[in-house]
Nanobody, 125 residues
């Protein structure tokens, strides 16, 4: 079993940057692919980015491509989401999730095995 804890959220002005972290418990974290998702008020949860077990393959939603970067450090059991050029429409609760899948792509939330509780990102205009 894997427990995930997100951190790094906060309030930032449009155009600014934040780096989110997803810290995992367990010695087998490197055997999981990880995805970041977000949910804005009144909207459904949506996929943001994914990264493979070794960190050598990534995938992004079109809405964040070129602005967000997902990475991982398996020695620290942590996945990161660097968010640059933030926009007010990026405001949401951001959650990380782990999956045993070997597929790297636009994950459905239903395909993930473990979830963190999320961290709030608010982008002011």
């Amino acid at each position: 079993q894997v427990q995930l804890v997100e951190s790094g959220g906060g309030l930032v002005q449009a155009g600014g940057s934040l780096r989110l972290s997803c810290a995992a418990s367990g010695r087998t974290f490197s055997t999981y692919a990880v995805g970041w998702f977000r949910q804005a008020p009144g909207k459904e949860r949506e996929f943001v980015a994914a990264i493979s077990r070794a960190g050598d393959t990534t995938y992004y939603a079109d809405s964040v491509k070129g602005r967000f970067t997902i990475s991982r450090d398996n020695t620290k059991n942590t996945v990161y989401l660097q968010m640059n050029s933030l926009k007010p429409e990026d405001t949401a609760v951001y959650s990380c999730a782990a999956s045993t899948t070997y597929y790297i792509g636009e994950y459905s939330p239903n395909s993930m095995n473990y979830w963190g509780k999320g961290t709030l990102v608010t982008v002011s205009s």
